[in-house]
């Protein structure tokens, strides 16, 4: 072959080595190729088991699957095992005059008195020897064979490189496995139905819900007010369901322009309306076999409700500006903090749709109705955000415990964890405070309801508290106590009584 023959051979060993991401079937292809180009009567590609020290033949041509079979060496053994062992190609004009040549696979017995050159080059990985490459063909006194030894070399590193990049997207494909596993479980394990904190009655009976209805397909209508934890709700279906697997894909309808909420569920076609450069797949393809959230489905326009209902109704819709129609298997969990009702009797909300969405209502109730959850996840809170910030905060005091369960809560859970984030930050101690916690609890009720403490007042609250916590913290003694606030016996003693603070309660 001329050096444009050989081009050309490299070029068509490049491209069959691309064509597949099956190495072997790609190492068989180049094997059949050289077949016709190098006049070869057999080849081979032997790989080094390193835990074995097995040499075994991975792909051949020109040689029988028993024959193949056959051909186990080890480090060192015939002219293979010793191209594996050093690292360095041989190459034997005639293999008949090689005592080296073990013919193990017995695949030249039926050729005959037949002389045959050979050609064996190491496929390399970095330093280490991974095979190798071997070519026999009938002796030619006109070929080159040094020439043959350079074009396997080529050809040998490009295999190499394609075993590199093969492991290489193989490790990628188990560690993105891995990843997708690990934080799917994490998933699971944040969302499970324990991890709801509360155990009043009230949360019993949502806690019973969740179970009852996880494992069906049926719609979900999650209803309360904002910030109850409605979402946490949904989260828990999803993930105890048995689309658990499959996308949990959430949208806020309160949070879309009315002309962007129909393409962002349904999604549009290029050239829809302006500014639609391109295809988009909307909220309900992209949940298919999952489950889509529908938050705040009272912010709904009328004219979107139409639609929304022929796609719970039929299972099907089409992109805005499109006239395909797609199939989909979506469950709806839908949440909202609107009197459904009365916005159907007021013409706000269609009572079709209200009907197909309140198939399985489940309730959520605001945290006044649940006063004997607040403690529980005022600690929950704490223990979550000391954490975060590094703090070693253990407990709240008497006088900030009194003013947590004092206060109404009108923004519900997600208002006491800001409430109990804020006081973490303020916090320089292992106590929250009363003084820790925001302005609007300070008296139990709205900041603006009531003038603020008159200064002696709040100097009093200031130190009863210190005193109690004190007495805490030294199991009810008085001298431990004192010293821990810098007073003495006596000046310690004298506020105790001045409050009202028995230190026998806290023995």
């Known amino acids: 072959m001329d050096k444009t023959e050989d081009i050309t051979l490299l070029y068509q060993i490049t491209q069959i080595l691309n064509q ?53 060496y080890k480090l060192g053994e015939g002219i293979t095992g010793q191209v594996i062992q050093t690292g360095a190609a041989v190459t034997i004009p005639r293999i008949s005059r090689d005592s080296r040549f073990l013919n193990r696979t017995a695949s030249r017995k039926s050729l005959g008195d037949k002389e045959f050159s050979f050609i064996c080059v190491p496929i390399k990985k970095e330093k280490q020897v991974i095979g190798a490459l071997s070519v026999d063909r009938e002796y030619d006194p006109a070929y080159l064979l040094e020439k043959g030894e350079k074009i396997l070399y080529v050809l040998a590193a490009m295999i190499a490189t394609k075993v590199i990049h093969l492991e290489r997207i193989q490790l990628e494909r188990e560690q993105f496995k891995a990843e997708t596993g690990r934080l ?10 324990k991890n709801i904190i509360g155990n009043s009655n009230k949360m019993r009976e949502v806690y019973q819900m969740i179970s009852q209805v996880a494992g069906s397909n049926a719609t979900v209508l999650i209803r309360g007010e904002s910030g109850t934890g409605k979402e946490l709700v949904a989260n828990s279906i999803h993930y105890n369901s048995k689309r658990a697997r499959h996308p949990f894909v959430k949208i806020n309808c309160a949070a879309l322009p009315a002309n962007l909420i129909e393409s962002e569920l349904f999604g549009h076609e290029k050239g829809a309306f302006t500014g639609a450069i391109q295809q988009k797949p909307g909220k309900f393809e992209l949940a298919d076999k999952g489950t889509l959230f529908l938050d705040e489905i009272g912010s709904i326009e009328p004219e979107v409700q139409v639609k929304l209902l022929r796609v719970l109704q039929e299972r099907e819709f089409a992109r805005v500006g499109g006239n395909k129609t797609i199939a989909v298997d979506v469950r709806i969990i839908a949440a909202t903090n609107r009197n459904l009702e009365q916005a159907a009797m007021d013409g706000f909300f269609r009572s079709d749709l209200y009907y197909r969405i309140n198939v399985f209502p489940i309730y959520m109730p605001p945290l006044r109705e649940r006063k004997t959850d607040i403690l529980v996840l005022a600690d929950f809170f704490l223990e979550k955000y000391a954490r975060e910030n590094e703090k070693k905060i253990v407990r709240f005091s008497t006088p900030a415990i009194d003013m947590i369960m004092a206060y109404h809560w009108p923004g519900n ?61 030294t199991r009810g003694n008085i001298s431990q106590a004192a010293k ?3 007073t003495t016996v006596r000046k310690f003693t004298y506020k105790a009584i001045k409050y009202h603070v028995d230190h026998r309660q806290y023995h």
Do not use: W
């Open 484 to 486: 821990m606030l810098n």
């Open 413 to 473: 859970v997600r208002e006491l964890e800001n409430c109990i984030e804020r006081a973490v930050l303020l916090c320089e101690d292992q106590v929250i405070h009363g003084y820790h916690l925001p302005p609007t609890l300070q008296t139990g009720k709205e900041s603006d309801s009531l003038p603020a403490l008159s200064l002696d007042s709040a100097v009093a609250r200031l130190e009863k508290e210190m005193i109690i916590d004190a007495l805490k913290h």
């Open 184 to 193: 799917q479980m994490e998933l699971e394990k944040k969302y499970r139905i």
């Open 20 to 72: 597949t991401p099956d190495l072997k079937e790609s190492l068989y292809n180049v094997l059949d190729l050289l077949a016709k180009t190098m006049h070869m009567n057999r080849g081979a590609i032997t790989i080094f088991n390193p835990l074995t020290e097995d040499i075994t033949i991975e792909v051949a041509h020109g040689m029988s699957e028993s024959a193949r079979q056959k051909g186990v």
